[in-house]
């Protein structure tokens, strides 16, 4: 499995085919339903982290919003790069590299876009990267999956058919990761794709860890999209939001 997975499969066009159908509707819910329970100021500065093609930048900035987008991937921002106007603006950067110091007043970070990283200083120097993005006081919004949850409600074995792609799916966990191999097949291919996810399993405590390093302090904790209370056992997500002291 190459070290740097996410380089390649996240700049796949089989890899926007696969994501496609994520439900948009749940997304822009939950951004709202943030919106209304953060109440930033109007014109507020906001960084997407990992904001892929920038879908949940562009609802932010349709609020009213002043909105920065990064990602890794150059395709996606190519992409993203199509919205760009006044509020919206959008670069390929890599998120464990120092941004703009001292210039958000809300970071985020949706839907697992963290813990791909092979080594425990890439990650912290990740969210060195968010810390210091943000003024004073600001707010961290960390959007994770919860491990226990995630580690007995995950289908082994799964094929999906997209158009001409063929996508055969497994899934499995060790002590420190969960894993996730997609096996592409296409009649416009030669031979199978193959690609490897790979995401930490970081726990809430670690996220304590992590952000205390920084001067982030967890101040809410919910565990889904519609925000009820977190339970480590129960909750489909760790949604986190942390203020910079």
Same mark, same amino acid.
């Given at each position: 499995m190459q070290d740097t997975w996410f380089k390649d499969w996240f700049n796949s066009p089989y890899y926007h085919k696969l994501y496609a159908h994520r439900d948009e509707m749940e997304a822009a819910g939950f951004i709202d339903k943030l919106i209304t329970h953060l109440q930033p100021a109007k014109g507020a500065r906001m960084l997407d982290v990992a904001c892929g093609k920038g879908r949940h930048s562009m609802q932010l900035a349709a609020n009213g919003f002043d909105v920065t987008g990064i990602d890794l991937s150059k395709e996606s921002i190519a992409y993203a790069l199509q919205n760009e106007s006044e509020h919206l603006h959008f670069y390929e950067h890599d998120m464990r590299l120092p941004f703009w110091i001292n210039y958000f007043d809300i970071a985020f970070n949706f839907f697992t876009s963290f813990g791909y990283f092979n080594t425990q200083r890439e990650h +912290?120097?990740?969210?060195?990267?968010?810390? &210091? &993005?943000?003024?004073? +006081?600001?707010i961290l919004v960390m959007d994770f999956l919860n491990v226990e949850f995630s580690a007995h409600h995950s289908v082994a074995e799964s094929t999906q058919t997209i158009g001409s792609s063929e996508y055969h799916i497994s899934k499995w966990f060790d002590e420190k990761h969960f894993y996730k191999k997609i096996l592409v097949e296409d009649i416009q291919l030669s031979k199978p794709l193959q690609y490897t996810e790979k995401v930490s399993k970081f726990s809430l405590q670690n996220f304590e860890a992590m952000f205390g390093k920084h001067s982030l302090k967890i101040k809410e904790v919910f565990g889904d999209y519609d925000f009820n209370k977190y339970n480590a056992k129960t909750s489909p997500r760790l949604i986190m939001i942390a203020r910079l002291s």
């Open positions: +912290d120097n990740a969210i060195r990267t968010i810390a &210091s &993005s943000l003024k004073p +006081d600001g």
